[in-house]
């Protein structure tokens, strides 16, 4: 698992151990330089006071012995001698002859800077072995990373507390979140909060208020159809009772078709729950497909027929728009549309009519289903689209499921579903349905 | 008697009307709060059946109109709502009694009978009038401490003749607390029916009182 605290301390260690090399890098450099020139000069300036001393008597010039305290190394040539006069001995034989000015040569197997001039006829060579001026960089290069390779284990430690304190808000947003439970998801608290972990907790507790708001609806849901459910298991109670209490055979028969009744009716109720469950956007979205509506439309009318014949309606489909389709979920299209035609058949009196009609109105499907039945009182055209509301004057065993369906699959597709008087007589049904979106 | 039965589901409404009508009761029903209101304003029931959950008018206003205007019927609530809190203002709003749905049918009887009792005054649960004994739980009836059969009809006869000590009911009173609306009473029901019970318990149980009805004989 990857640290934060742990990265950011190992990165800025590394990057300041790098700053602190980089630093001592340049100044070994630098310093480098300045010696050079400084010790170059001082290698001139011995060899300029011994030429100033006019010739120089070799003869009374002793060779000293080796002597490593002495920083330069004086070593003068006469023509006279077969020998130079050496300061110090240092290694086999003596240092080559060097031309005028400076000059950087080996000897004694090491690199010795040399600094030659002719007084007279003799020649004169300071000399000074290089390493001295490394080491002098060195050391002040040095003098520069040691306080920083010192002070670097003071600063891991401060620094892993400083992280650790700096990640503290994330800690206690971890535990605030740890503490809620899926049935009390209350935001967890921002203040105190800083700007870094801020978009986290307001992203966190926007989520859980559209999880809060969506477990609400599902309990809502499940209450209501638990509540709804006391109804046909009311009449299966009593109609089983009554089966029981049957006296004759006559009776007996009754009470059984009743209880058939109700079984059917309990039946459509729990498939009219499930359905609605199911009916949920993203399936919509995922089962997204071009669906002809005209084609659906007529063959939900087609299937309506045995019960349209049966009540005695006239049942009819219009296709006026010509194989215009939507993109949507096609199951859930079927069971809008065949929802408002069994309605239709169902609330429309023995020798009354139903038309469906599919038309086009610019980037729009419409469909229309008429009939010359009662129809619904204005005032309650909204609230028929509630779940279990049921008409006041709605006969029969109705779920009050059928129409909030219908609009349920309509938002599913970004449409809309109304009630108006038709021209017919009865109700107009009418679905608007934008034919270039897609469902979300 | 008579018992109106508010409700708006069909197939609980039609069991109910089924079940109390096979004990003997005669059941209006009607479906919604404002029918409801009107009807209990109109006839002496001696019993209200009411759900809550009603189209037009909901329940508990129905209950609530039927306290202002101070009529003492015996209200049994009966609904899917089944919240303490909808139970507590069922009851403070006038009810005597509240079932949650979905009930037992014999529950349902037990609780009518408790109801009627109470309405009636009495706490004992069988009615004694001289020699008649009416266990109204088990609709069996004794005469003299031998038991009768009795049609549906005649026992409800006798139940609302014993409701009180020395009762007198008309023609025209006992029809109403035996038939219901859609019941098709013949001109002389109520006198078949007296003289079918006469015929099981003997002349004297039920006694004519000239101008005003009957009554059950006390001695």
């Known amino acids: ?440 | 008697m008579r018992i109106l039965l508010v409700e708006d589901d069909p197939m609980i409404g039609e069991s109910v009307v089924d079940g109390l009508k096979a004990e003997g009761y005669a059941v209006d029903w009607v479906r919604d709060g404002q029918q409801a209101e009107s009807a209990v304003t109109a006839t002496p029931y001696a019993l209200v059946l009411l759900d809550l959950g009603l189209p037009r008018r909901d329940g508990i206003e129905v209950l609530r109109t039927i306290r202002e205007r101070r009529l003492d019927v015996p209200v049994l609530v009966m609904t899917a709502r089944d919240t303490v809190r909808d139970r507590i203002k069922g009851l403070d709003t006038g009810a005597d009694d509240y079932l949650v749905k979905p009930f037992n049918l014999d529950e349902l009887s037990a609780r009518v009978r408790a109801l009627l009792r109470r309405a009636a005054g009495r706490a004992e649960p069988v009615i004694e009038r001289g020699q008649l004994v009416i266990n109204p739980a088990t609709r069996e009836v004794t005469w003299g401490g031998a038991p009768v059969a009795l049609s549906a009809r005649e026992y409800a006869l006798l139940a609302a003749l014993a409701e009180r000590p020395g009762l007198v009911l008309s023609r025209a009173q006992l029809e109403e607390r035996l038939y219901g609306w859609n019941e098709a009473v013949g001109s002389n029901a109520v006198e078949v029916h007296i003289h079918n019970v006469r015929k099981k318990l003997g002349d004297g149980a039920i006694r004519n009182v000239r101008g005003l009805g009957y009554t059950l004989a006390t001695e």
């Open chain 1, 1 to 440: 698992m990857t640290s934060i605290r742990r990265w950011l301390l190992a990165a800025l260690l590394t990057a300041l151990a790098i700053a602190g090399f980089t630093a001592a890098a340049a100044t070994y450099f630098s310093a480098r330089d300045e010696v050079d020139a400084l010790l170059d000069e001082e290698l001139r300036q011995v060899a300029l006071s011994l030429r100033d001393h006019a010739v120089l008597d070799l003869r009374r010039l002793e060779s000293v012995g080796a002597n490593p305290d002495q920083r330069v190394l004086v070593q003068i040539w006469d023509p006279a001698f077969d020998r130079p006069y050496v300061s110090r001995v240092v290694g086999e034989g003596p240092m080559a002859r060097t031309p005028d000015g400076y000059a950087t040569i080996i000897h004694d197997h090491r690199p010795w800077r040399v600094f030659s001039l002719y007084a007279g006829r003799q020649l004169v060579q300071v000399a000074q072995p290089t390493a001295l001026r490394t080491q002098l960089a060195a050391t002040t290069a040095a003098q520069l990373v040691l306080p920083v390779l010192v002070v670097l284990p003071f600063l891991g430690l401060a620094g892993w507390w400083i992280v650790g304190r700096g990640l503290a808000p994330l800690g206690r947003l971890a535990g605030a979140v740890k503490e809620r439970s899926p049935t009390a998801l209350t935001p967890v608290p921002t203040a105190g909060l800083p700007v870094e972990v801020r978009p986290v907790a307001n992203a966190l507790n926007d989520l859980l208020a559209r999880l809060d708001q969506s477990f609400a609806l599902q309990r809502r849901f499940a209450a209501d159809a638990a509540h709804e459910l006391r109804t046909p298991l009311t009449a299966l109670q009593l109609q089983v009772q009554l089966a029981e209490r049957a006296q004759t055979d006559e009776e007996r028969a009754r009470a059984f078709e009743r209880l058939q009744q109700g079984i059917r009716r309990a039946t459509r109720l729990v498939q009219q729950l499930l359905t609605m469950a199911r009916l949920d956007p993203d399936a919509a979205a995922a089962a997204s497909a071009a669906v002809d509506v005209g084609a659906l439309v007529a063959s939900i009318v087609e299937d309506a027929q045995p019960l349209a014949a049966e009540r005695g309606i006239a049942l009819a489909c219009r296709d006026e728009a010509q194989q215009a389709s939507v993109s949507g979920a096609e199951d859930a299209l079927r069971i809008l549309f065949s929802n408002l035609v069994d309605n239709a058949v169902r609330y429309t009196p023995a020798g009354g009519r139903v038309q469906a009609t599919v038309a086009r109105d610019g980037d729009s499907l419409i469909v229309h289903v008429d009939d010359t039945g009662p129809g619904i009182q204005a005032e309650e055209r909204e609230r028929v689209f509630d779940r279990f509301y049921r008409g006041s004057d709605a006969p029969g065993t109705g779920t009050g499921l059928g129409l909030a369906i219908v609009s349920q699959v309509a938002d599913m597709h970004r449409g809309r579903v109304t009630l108006d008087a038709s021209a017919l007589g009865g109700l107009r049904a009418t679905v608007r349905l934008p034919t270039n979106a897609s469902a979300h």
